[in-house]
């Protein structure tokens, strides 16, 4: 069966860096879109970073110029590089991927789901 395995959370202060990565299994995903979501409690879960079959990408804007989503299809795997952390940044981070190839934003075009890694930014 299709799993996704995220990896790379934990503790951070403020600043600081953390690299999420994200391993498939089960099926090869080297043309189809992923993506990180991200929930915080008491938030609706919502796209962090998206990553085409073309390596097109997309960013919600509180994460641009921080995060960078990046993938290896060789590994079957993805990354999201996070720089400058906030204490907003703190949520369970979710890899995700779709059946679809195209760069999307939409969280109903992802059909696969991992089971979250927390990422915890102190003040």
């Known amino acids: 069966q299709v799993q996704l395995v995220e990896s790379g959370g934990g503790l951070v202060q403020a600043g600081g860096s953390l690299r999420l990565s994200c391993a498939a299994s089960?099926?090869?995903?080297?043309?189809?879109?992923m993506g990180w979501f991200r929930q915080a409690p008491g938030k609706e879960r919502e796209l962090v970073a998206a990553?085409?079959?073309?390596?097109?990408?997309r960013y919600t804007d509180s994460v641009k110029g921080r995060f960078t989503i990046s993938r290896v299809s060789a590994e079957n795997t993805v990354y999201l590089q996070m720089n400058s952390l906030k204490p907003e940044d703190t949520a369970v981070y979710y890899c995700?991927?779709?059946?679809?190839?195209?760069?999307?934003?939409?969280?109903?075009?992802?059909?696969?789901w991992g089971q979250g890694t927390q990422v915890t930014v102190s003040s």
């Open positions: 995700a991927a779709s059946n679809r190839g195209p760069v999307t934003t939409d969280s109903n075009d992802y059909s696969y």
């Open positions: 990553i085409g079959w073309s390596a097109i990408t």
């Open positions: 089960g099926r090869t995903f080297s043309r189809n879109a």
